[in-house]
């Protein structure tokens, strides 16, 4: 499965940088691919593309506050949780979007 997303926390340290992460490890662990762009306190970091966005299967976005640029992810399966839950159980997300997706 090809994974793309977006973290993002009230504060834009450590919870944004913790859920990447997390995200991604999990991912991998399991054979996805995964990338995660981060908009926290210093900017966007790890820029999506348009080929990342045209590539992805689904789209999480694990914010406690507002992200931009979500209209590019126009047409995909999006998923918005909070930052927590990809904190504490990554893989309880991945168990629940590869039974929703059949990967």
Not at 68 to 77: A, L, Q, S, Y
Request: hydrophobic letters at 45%.
């Amino acid at each position: 499965m090809n994974i793309i997303g977006i973290t993002a926390c009230t504060a834009g340290i450590a919870h944004t940088y913790i859920a990447k992460e997390k995200l991604v490890k999990a991912a991998q662990a399991r054979g996805h691919w995964a990338k995660i762009e981060t908009q926290g306190t210093i900017g966007v970091e790890d820029e999506l593309t348009a080929e990342d966005v045209a590539k992805a299967d689904v789209v999480i976005i694990a914010a406690d506050i507002g992200v931009r640029g979500k209209e590019r992810f126009e047409g995909k399966k999006i998923v918005e949780v909070a930052t927590s839950i990809v904190i504490k159980s990554p893989n309880v997300l991945l168990d629940k979007l590869e039974e929703k997706l059949g990967k």
